[in-house]
């Protein structure tokens, strides 16, 4: 297949997978340095989805995403500094330091978390569209306008077991919302596998049942993730209801940071690491004579500096005070008068 | 002062909200066209049309965390749970979404919703639709538990609760919305921190809230009648609990009997019988005493269904057994 593609276009979705990669690279050598706790769920493997699809959304649009969504945050354009702190639960990072790994946020870019239980994101997604497709009238609305407005619902296969995914398919479809349900079926639900949990493993042809037009997509290939994520977008954008996709793609590392992948066999891993989404995008790329040796260098070299000074910014953040355990529990009264 | 039903007063709230705000809109099962399981929303469907009045299917759990995403989309939803008994199906976005998203974000997100919802015994309706579980949600922070039990507060609270940037929760008990009352002008809105004393007395604290205050008030009519004066505290917001006016009244009469209609080990009578332990224990003539509902199901048979929940009868001997009496 011949690339009719922008090179500046193609050179910056490699740097964005790049970024994730190395990202959570870092991340990995943190938690066992003891400077990352708690869970840690990381996107090795998975990047060519976040880096194809998110970009398909504008900033009015809203973002929901799960407890693996390191990287959907940063493609958002959440700057690594805050990521990095948040992941430290310093003061300064995306959420104050109170969510950490699995709770990332950011209302500037509108995106919604970051929500750590299973499925659980799906019916706040259909109510975000829901408040889109009732937009407002003019003088509620905070800049502009939002009309057209849609709503980006990032899930895994594990969720689709959950009453609340066909709920919500239903009730957004019933509504017609604008809303996009991106499955990334990762194969695994945990550590059990989708033939061990769904009857029916082809995802996409559940929407079916709720009269959801939906595509199954190559997750292992940006290219692909980015077409189907576009034409997904102009349906829902254009008032048509809602939209499936299904990525189909695959972890390279434990669920959390250790598991013993008692689940899944050495070669199986390894036969997916044949398809990892970016070496062999950078192949197509030099192959196209649209990066060199030395820009890959470069690009290295770049996305180490950012992460070194995100690591600078997480080591030198504040802790949160005592005094403001409770804080934000509640919006503050306003003064009387 | 207009003589209205608590329903009628939930109508009238529900009205004069979707009235003034138009980021009002009501979305639970049959609040449209059946006009509410309880006829609170009846007529309103014609009113406000379909876009504001919103049938959804039987899916709790997403038309609630529909109404979390739609108030942080910028949306003022009340939503509509048709009973406490069935709230059970959408505990995990109350709970995991709605109580926790503000604080573990750092404070980036309100979430201005409303839910609505029937609770409590009395009506025959057996151990699956007759539960009362506010205490439950009262455990949780982060959000706002109401129990109204007056026509002014089932209107009042509602439009108090819709000025509120986080969530709320409302508790209309069921055995109340046929109950008629005066309806208090223009007082609106509900202070949201504040019980209320619903009769003075000088020997005897009765403490409840929701459906259990009318009991309350006819077990003081009766103690009167025996010579005891009993003052009557109306709980009326759970979370935050304003226990400030129940020790003031507690200090002044030295005696306590909680009444709450959850079953007794865990419930909210429980956690208002500590705070006075630990707030008033040295001006206290005896134990704080609770009467709740027997633990056990709910039963069907009317004679059965009576013995498990608080009456005034009970209340009565719980404030005789208080006085030596």
Redesign the interface.
């Known amino acids: 297949m011949t690339l009719e593609l922008d090179r500046d276009h193609a050179v910056d979705l490699l740097r964005q997978m790049l970024r994730i990669r190395r990202f959570e690279e870092k991340c990995a050598e943190l938690y066992s340095g003891g400077k990352i706790r708690g869970f840690l769920h990381l996107y090795i493997g998975e990047e060519a989805v976040a880096v194809g699809a998110i970009p398909c959304f504008t900033p009015e649009d809203a973002i929901v995403g799960t407890y693996r969504e390191h990287g959907h945050a940063l493609i958002r354009g959440t700057p690594m500094g805050p990521l990095m702190a948040e992941l430290y639960g310093k003061a300064n990072g995306c959420a104050r330091g109170r969510g950490g790994s699995m709770h990332f946020f950011d209302a500037a870019r509108r995106f919604y978390g970051g929500l750590a239980i299973v499925g659980g994101g799906l019916p706040v997604a259909v109510g975000l569209a829901l408040a889109q497709k009732l937009t407002p009238p003019p003088p509620l609305l905070d800049k502009g306008g939002n009309e057209g407005g849609v709503t980006a619902c990032f899930f895994g296969d594990g969720a689709v077991a959950e009453g609340e995914f066909h709920e919500s398919l239903n009730l957004a479809a019933l509504w017609k919302l604008p809303v996009l349900f991106l499955c990334e079926n990762n194969l695994y639900a945990m550590g059990t596998a989708i033939g061990r949990h769904q009857s029916q493993t082809d995802i996409a042809r559940k929407a079916d049942a709720y009269a959801i037009p939906a595509e199954a997509v190559n997750g292992m290939d940006v290219l692909a993730v980015e077409a189907a994520t576009r034409k997904a977008v102009d349906s829902v954008r254009a008032g048509n209801g809602p939209y499936l996709l299904e990525y189909r793609t695959y972890r390279f590392r434990a669920h959390s940071m250790y598991d013993a992948e008692l689940y899944r066999t050495k070669d199986e891993v390894a036969q997916w690491k044949q398809r990892d989404p970016i070496p062999l995008f950078q192949q197509r790329l030099r192959a196209e004579g649209y990066v060199s040796d030395s820009d890959l260098d470069d690009m290295e070299t770049a996305i180490a500096a950012e992460i070194a000074e995100a690591v600078s910014f997480a080591e030198n953040g504040p802790w949160e005070p005592l005094e403001d355990l409770t804080k934000d529990l509640y919006t503050p009264a306003k003064p009387a008068g | 002062m207009t003589k209205m039903t608590y329903r009628e007063a939930v109508r009238t709230g529900l009205r004069e909200a979707l009235q003034s705000d ?2 009002v ?1 009501l979305m639970g099962e049959d609040v449209g066209k059946y006009g509410g399981t309880y006829a609170c929303s009846k007529g309103l469907l014609d009113e406000f049309g379909p ?1 504001r009045i ?1 049938d ?2 039987l ?1 709790e ?15 003022r ?1 009340i939503v509509e749970v048709m009973t406490v008994n069935f709230s059970l199906l959408a505990l ?2 109350i709970v ?2 709605a109580a926790t ?10 979430i201005p919703l409303v839910v609505r919802m029937a609770t409590g015994a009395g009506r025959q309706v057996a151990a699956q639709h007759s539960h009362s579980l506010e205490g439950w949600y009262a455990h949780i ?2 959000i ?1 538990v109401l129990a109204p039990a007056t026509v002014t507060d089932a209107r009042g609270m509602l439009l108090s609760a819709l000025q509120e ?2 969530p709320v929760f409302i508790f209309e008990h069921a055995y109340l919305y046929p109950h008629e009352g005066e309806l208090e002008g223009h007082p609106l809105p509900v202070d949201l921190t504040r019980a209320a004393i619903r009769r003075a007395g000088t020997e005897v604290s009765l403490i409840t809230f929701g459906g259990s205050l009318w009991k309350a008030l006819e077990a003081a009519d009766h103690l009167a009648r025996e010579g005891i004066s009993a003052e009557v505290v109306d709980l009326r917001v759970l979370r935050p609990l304003d226990i400030s006016t129940v020790l003031t009244s507690v200090r002044r009469t030295h005696r306590a009997v909680v009444i709450d209609e959850g079953w007794r080990t865990g419930s909210f009578a429980a956690e208002v019988s500590a705070q006075i332990m630990e707030g008033a224990f040295y001006d206290l003539d005896g134990p704080v005493a609770r009467v709740c509902s027997v633990e056990v199901p709910i039963p069907y048979p009317k004679h059965l269904e009576e013995a498990a929940l608080p009456q005034p009868a009970n209340i009565v001997r719980a404030v005789r057994s208080l006085m030596g009496r």
Do not use: Y
């Open positions: 138009p980021r809109f876009e919103r959804t299917p899916s759990s997403t038309f609630v965390g529909a109404g979390i995403g739609a108030a942080l989309g910028g949306m939803p995990d976005q995991n979404n998203i503000r604080h573990m974000s750092g404070g980036q997100f309100s922070p982060g706002t940037p986080d």
